[in-house]
T-cell receptor
């Protein structure tokens, strides 16, 4: 099963771009890379998902190199409300498939004024 | 307003008592999941169900039981056999899409404290 490794914590300031890199050396062919955001005492919230190259949505971008052994979540111009824990997940949950997502410890991002 | 609801938000129980956590979704999702999260940790899978009347054990199923009688509902019972039940419990659901990306959507969680 795929395992992810990401920094335990990061600090930033309002208005800066934040990049959180996750390594997943044993990613499988069918695995997607998904990022979630979690605030204290709340359920994780889906941010972005990708398979290869670059994906962008209204809140973030996800960069995935050709070998897919790592990925980088990019948060443009963070604000105080982006202070949260960010989880990188690798895996696939297809019907009839017993593969599952393995949740790591996440990256605790602190955005300072 | 579609989504996943969990109740109650906070739950206290005495040692030796069973307790049932509720999870309801109106997203018409086929698959539902129960996770446990301990302080400073990631999520660990307890049980999951891919279809009504069927469910599978996750990584830490001992001391827990579930049922899936309706598509919308996936209640979790924490039994007295669970050695360390105090934790944050999260329910999630997912549309069953074969061969595609599979995003899980989470409820707000239930914090269970055993006194």
């Amino acid at each position: 099963l795929a395992k992810t490794t990401q920094p335990i914590s990061m600090d930033s300031y309002e208005g800066q771009e934040v990049n959180i890199t996750c390594s997943h050396n044993n990613i499988a062919t069918n695995d997607y890379i998904t990022w979630y955001q979690q605030f204290p005492s709340q359920g994780p919230r889906f941010i972005i998902q990708g398979y290869k190259t670059k994906v962008t949505n209204e809140v973030a971008s996800l960069f995935i190199p050709a070998d897919r052994k790592s990925s980088t979540l990019s948060l443009p111009r963070v604000s105080l409300s982006d202070t949260a824990v960010y989880y990188c997940l690798v895996g696939a949950l297809n019907a009839g498939n017993n593969r599952k997502l393995i949740w790591g410890l996440g990256t605790s991002l602190a955005v300072n004024p | 307003d579609g989504g996943i609801t969990q109740s109650p938000k906070y739950l206290f129980r005495k040692e030796g008592q069973n307790v049932t956590l509720s999870c309801e979704q109106n997203l018409n999702h086929d698959a539902m999941y129960w996770y446990r999260q301990d302080p400073g940790q990631g999520l660990r899978l307890i049980y999951y169900s891919q279809i009504v009347n069927d469910f599978q054990k996750g990584d830490i199923a001992e001391g827990y039981s579930v049922s899936r009688e309706k598509k919308e509902s996936f209640p979790l019972t924490v039994t007295s056999a669970q050695k360390n039940p105090t934790a944050f419990y999260l329910c999630a659901s997912r549309a069953q899409v074969s061969g595609g990306s599979n995003t899980q959507y989470f409820g707000p969680g239930t914090r269970l404290t055993v006194l």
